[in-house]
C-alpha cells in the first residue's frame, strides 16, 4: 500500500472511531423510565398504608385476600405485559411485606399463571403465601397519557390511577393516582 491509501485508511477509522466509539448517544425520550417505577409504587404503598378506611382494619379482622390484576394501558406508549406486571408486583411486595398488611389481616396474592413471570423478574424462589387463596378484594391499574408533539419537541403528561374494590359489594375502597410529566426538546426518539 502507498502512503497516501494507508494515510486515507488511518483517516477514515480515526474519523469513525470519533463517531462511534467516543460517547454514546443519549436517548432523548418522555416515555416512562425504571425511576417512575420505584417513584409511582413507593407512594402508592404509602397511601395505602395510610388510608384510614384501612387503618381501622386490625389484626383480628376478617383476612381481606387481594388480587393484583388488569394493567391496562391507555397511553400511546407500548408498556410490554412483564413490565405492566412488574408495576404490579413491586407495589405488592412492598405492601405484603408492611406492618400495614400484618397489622390489618391483608393478604396479597397475584394470579397464579402470573406468578412465575414476577418470581423471575423479582428474583423470588418460592410462591408466596395465599397465592392460592381466593380474592375478596382487586387491584386495578390503569395507566393514561397526554401527548403533545411538535417541530419544538414533545412532552407527555403520565397519570397512573390505582383502584381497590371489594369483590362482593362492586365498591371501591381505596383509590390513588400518580403523575409525572416528561418533556424534551428537539429531535426525540419516541
Known amino acids: 500500500m502507498t502512503h497516501a491509501v494507508v494515510a486515507v485508511v488511518i483517516a477514515m477509522v480515526t474519523a469513525a472511531c470519533g463517531c462511534g466509539c467516543g460517547s454514546q448517544p443519549v436517548a432523548r425520550t418522555t416515555f416512562l423510565r425504571s425511576v417512575d417505577l420505584i417513584d409511582m409504587t413507593d ?10 378506611v384501612l387503618g381501622r382494619r386490625g389484626s383480628d379482622a376478617n ?25 404490579l408486583a413491586r407495589l405488592r411486595a412492598l405492601l405484603a411485606e408492611s406492618e400495614a398488611a ?10 397464579p399463571q402470573r406468578w412465575p413471570m414476577v418470581a423471575q423478574e423479582l428474583g423470588l424462589d418460592e410462591e408466596s403465601y395465599g397465592l392460592r387463596l381466593p380474592p375478596t378484594h382487586l387491584l386495578t391499574a390503569e ?20 383502584q381497590l374494590l371489594h369483590l362482593s359489594s362492586g365498591t371501591v375502597v381505596w383509590e390513588e393516582k400518580w403523575e409525572v410529566k416528561r418533556a424534551v426538546s428537539g429531535l426525540t426518539y419516541d
Open 43 to 52: 407512594r402508592m404503598a404509602e397511601s395505602f398504608a395510610n388510608d384510614p
Open 143 to 162: 395507566f393514561h397519557a397526554l401527548t403533545n408533539t411538535s417541530g419544538a419537541g414533545r412532552s407527555d403528561m403520565y397519570l397512573c390511577n390505582f
Open 63 to 87: 383476612p381481606w385476600v387481594i388480587s393484583v390484576d388488569r394493567v391496562v394501558n391507555y397511553t400511546n406508549q407500548i408498556i410490554p405485559q412483564r413490565e405492566k406486571w412488574l408495576y
Open 102 to 111: 400484618v397489622g390489618r389481616n391483608i393478604i396479597w396474592t397475584i394470579p
